[in-house]
């Protein structure tokens, strides 16, 4: 069936079945490859995406659910200050190892600061709990969010 | 984002741009130099006419960081800033880019990346300087030694030009024999923690470019439908209801009968296609035991015999003198089996061109492996197949197998069709668990004697499990009188001077297919000898610090001096004995592929209701540390690996089926589950070895001791959740 999807600011039509989940959508039709396929049960977070500025796990996000809903991927969530702080940290850190996590973690780290602009190291474990990095960098991911959260307040 | 494979040649550039100084070596080792790009040269460093330097990387990037390190050497040499080299990932060449440490084969493993490239990348960077300045002497008639290069401008006197000036003059000229290596006074880059990846940003903002991101014109996308449990037999299938999956095409059982494959339009269709399809299987060769009965197996052979006496102790005066002693410690050991699970599902790309030649698409940690197989399965002569290298979502080990598993199983999958479409094979998360090959359960039983002054009078050591080299085509190579040093590493050369020492080892039968996991055989030798050098001097009533110290004190010894070295930094920056109230530290130090590492860590809270780590401090040595910032980052994934799987993780079997299959059930280490991670590089002038595994060793057994020291149970069995601890 054809859909039309809202995503960076842009709109696509797309030809999927319900029950699609939108993480292929945006890897294999809209060739958006930021978005990472990991798991596939919204375990481990490499597949993150921002549905109206929240994060959701596109792998378990259908296709037919999320017609009227703004998507952003890790493609353009540079293009708002949160994001490019946030990516800005991540750089300064170097925070990333293998990296293939870390469009999922940037994609939650942003939406852990626009919910709460100076989180506590707790609050960070928490949020980010479902995020994981087998390189384990999760030490710089909290540093990273942290200065990100500086650069923000400067 | 799709990828042109067209061009026959591998390295971008290519003749339009004009003139090019490629600085490589010949297949004798020597130093050679080209001037335009051919298929014949394959060069270390490339400087096109405009002046941009590239380093050509031969190790693949799995987040180890050779993709900053090499491109480091070179641009140190040159006289660069690290903003003005790029990297590209070598093509397969066995003969150029192979791996100094493992003969004609290209592969990075074993934390070799950084210590077989020092000197082969500083001396291309170096012999390109060399050129560039013979080069700007001749065309200002000045004296070479009056000429440097800095920040990539060329300088004599009052005169001075960018290094593009003189690439045209240099690539005419021969490459030095010896070129004259920096002093490392001289370095700028190397050692200085303020170098930046190079990898960093592209991986932060979703540009960086994996083997799962490749998506060639054409292509489909194939699943593999593999039995239950390994040596399974395809015999037929139904697709009936496959058929019913839009974008499905069809399936066709591999050549080997390992599996079917699944091939649909894309990633999701396959997905469902591969789950409706129904294949009849031939279970009669299948595994079928259960891991209890592995682990059995392994314990029964600890109480026997060993097969081989790996040290040629003379076991009757070791068992003798333990006999006599006035105070006998031993303890028994299991270690499960572990998946490797990177996170980028195992996947690869394969191609066939309008001239027949095969092109893969992968995240190639071992190029010579595929490549070898390939020349078999193909039938075709080696130039004739390319390996693009991408970026590796992590391998942890995986991607390293002799037999170029995956590599393959996607040829396997490709040879079937009619290779008019390329395939790209994909592996879920659910076959990267079920499907794969893990760090073998090994057991390990010691029997140690002290004496009345608390001094080791006898070390008995047994190991048993099964060898990850045993059967490969590196057995001729590493294998020696029978054993398999990867079994043994961690006891049968640790520095510490331990008095009679009898080491055995039993291997077991094959149990599954298994694999070197980051750190091989001191994932499970380094937890046993530093649990039991505390609990050693438990019994001796000594202090763990001082025990392990008096154990490594010939200062003769800079084997046992460094080691020593990185346990009193340690010491001295956790705070050693003097954890805050309620916490507990626990000690552990190890030398593996060439580096030593020592790690205290520190944690709260009770076995009861839940043990956090709080701190985790490691001081390492691994010689010059050419980015120190990496080091460190290795580190502290290092020892998160190790920890996070003795914590939580075990694959088990049941009727030669894997019970585990994704995430819930294999749970990585999280965020919240180590508080702070604190590392130290100890100053060395020594050359540089290994960082990508030495961190993981001494993290788990570090673990064991606090816990040890907290609740006086030492941990003998993984993993620890499993076997009364509690973790919040």
Redesign the interface.
């Known amino acids: 069936m054809s859909l039309t999807l809202k995503l960076n600011g842009q709109t696509h039509t797309v030809d999927a079945?319900p029950g699609?989940?939108l993480l292929?959508v945006i890897?294999?039709?809209l060739?958006?490859?930021?978005?990472?396929?990991?798991?596939?049960?919204a375990?481990?977070g490499?597949c993150t995406v921002h549905l109206n500025g929240e994060p959701v796990r596109s792998c378990q996000t259908y296709i037919e659910d999320v017609e009227d809903a703004e998507i952003t991927?890790?493609?353009a969530v540079?293009d708002d200050k949160i994001g490019a702080a946030?990516?800005q940290a991540?750089?300064e850190l170097?925070?990333?190892?293998?990296?293939?996590?870390?469009?999922g973690q940037?994609m939650s780290a942003v939406g852990l600061l626009s919910e709460n602009s100076k989180p506590s190291?707790e609050e960070?474990?928490?949020y980010?709990?479902g995020?994981?990095?087998?390189?384990?960098?999760?030490?710089?991911?909290?540093a990273g969010i942290q200065r990100a959260s500086e650069i923000l307040e400067a | 984002m799709t990828i042109n494979t067209s061009r026959r040649g591998f390295l971008k550039g290519a003749a339009a741009a004009g003139a090019v100084l490629l600085v490589g070596a010949r297949p004798d080792g020597a130093l050679a130099a080209a001037s335009s790009e051919t298929t014949q040269f394959n060069p270390f460093v490339k400087i096109d006419a405009d002046g941009t330097v590239t380093a050509i990387v031969k190790h693949f990037e799995k987040g180890q960081g050779p993709a900053t390190g090499l491109p480091t050497l070179i641009a140190e040499e040159i006289g660069l800033t690290m903003d003005q080299i790029e990297y590209e990932f070598a093509p397969s060449d066995p003969n150029v880019y192979n791996n100094l440490l493992f003969g004609p084969f290209q592969g990075t493993g074993g934390s070799t990346a950084m210590a077989n490239s020092w000197l082969q990348y500083r001396q291309a960077g170096a012999a390109a300087r060399e050129m560039l300045i013979n080069a700007a002497a001749q065309s200002w008639s000045v004296d070479a030694s009056g000429i440097t290069i800095e920040a990539g401008i060329v300088k004599a006197g009052d005169k001075s030009a960018p290094i593009a000036e003189f690439v045209a003059a240099a690539s005419q000229l021969e490459a030095p024999a010896e070129p004259r290596l920096k002093d490392p006074s001289e370095f700028r880059l190397i050692g200085n923690e303020s170098v930046r990846r190079k990898d960093s940003a592209i991986k932060g903002n979703g540009q960086a470019m994996y083997a799962m991101d490749v998506h060639v014109p054409n292509q489909m996308v194939a699943m593999i439908k593999r039995p239950e449990s390994k040596g399974g037999i395809a015999k037929g299938f139904d697709d009936s209801a496959s058929k019913e999956v839009k974008g499905y095409i069809n399936a066709a059982i591999l050549p080997n009968q390992a599996g079917v494959a699944v091939y649909a339009e894309d990633t999701w269709a396959a997905i469902q296609a591969r789950d409706a399809l129904e294949v009849e299987w031939d279970m009669s060769g299948g595994e079928t035991r259960d891991s209890d009965q592995i682990k059995a197996e392994i314990m029964a052979a600890l109480e026997s015999e060993p097969t081989y006496n790996v040290n040629k102790a003379d076991v009757a005066a070791v068992s003798a003198a333990i006999d006599g002693a006035d105070k006998v410690v031993e303890k028994t050991f299991y270690f499960p089996l572990l998946a490797h699970a990177p996170m980028e599902p195992l996947n690869c790309t394969i191609e066939q061109t309008a001239e027949g030649d095969i092109v893969l698409h992968d995240g190639a940690q071992m190029p010579t492996g595929p490549h070898m197989a390939y020349q078999q399965i193909f039938q075709l002569p080696p130039e004739k197949i390319h390996i693009k290298t991408m970026l590796a979502g992590g391998s942890f080990g995986r991607r390293a197998t002799p037999d170029a598993d995956y590599q393959v199983e996607a040829a396997l999958a490709f040879v079937v069709t009619d290779r008019s479409r390329p395939v790209k094979l994909v592996w879920t998360r659910e076959d990267d668990i079920r499907s794969g090959y893990y760090r073998p359960a090994f057991g390990h039983k010691v029997r140690v004697g002290l004496d009345a002054d608390g001094n080791i009078v006898g070390w008995q050591h047994q190991i048993a499990g099964q060898s990850v080299i045993k059967g490969t085509a590196f057995e001729a190579v590493l294998v020696h009188d029978g054993v398999d040093h990867s079994s043994v590493e961690g006891v049968a050369d640790s520095p510490y001077a331990i008095p009679g020492m009898a080491l055995g080892l039993t291997d077991t039968p094959k149990a599954t297919t298994v694999l070197w996991w980051r750190s091989v055989g001191h994932t499970h030798t380094a937890y046993t000898m530093e649990t039991m050098m505390d609990l050693v001097a438990e019994a001796a009533g000594r202090d763990p610090v001082e025990f392990r110290l008096a154990h490594l004190s010939d200062s003769a010894n800079p084997d046992q001096q460094r080691k020593a070295a990185v346990l009193k930094l340690a010491v001295e920056k956790a705070g050693w004995g003097n954890a805050p109230a309620g916490r507990s530290q626990g000690i552990a130090v190890h030398k593996s592929f060439g580096s030593y590492a020592a790690e205290v860590v520190e944690i709260s809270g009770d076995a009861e209701n839940g043990i956090k780590i709080e701190k985790v401090t490691c001081a390492v040595d691994c010689g010059i540390a050419v980015n120190p910032d990496v080091v460190k980052a290795q580190m502290e994934g290092g020892i998160g690996y190790g920890i996070g799987h003795v914590m939580r993780d075990q694959i088990t079997l049941t009727s030669g089926a894997v019970d585990q299959s994704n995430f819930p059930d294999y749970e990585p280490l999280r965020i919240g589950d180590i508080a702070a991670i604190d590392v130290h590089i100890v100053p060395s002038a020594e050359a540089p070895t290994g960082v990508g595994e030495p961190g993981t060793p001494p993290s788990a057994p570090a673990l064991a001791n606090a816990i040890h020291a907290m609740t006086g149970t030492l941990v003998a069995s993984h993993p620890m959740a499993e076997n009364g601890i509690n973790f919040v």
């Open positions: 079945e699609t989940p292929w890897r294999d039709e060739k958006l490859t930021g978005t990472k396929f990991g798991c596939g049960v375990s481990c490499a991927t890790i493609e540079g946030v990516q991540w750089v170097d925070v990333v190892q293998c990296g293939y996590c870390q469009s940037v190291v960070i474990d928490e980010m709990s995020n994981a990095c087998r390189c384990a960098t999760y030490q710089r991911i909290r």
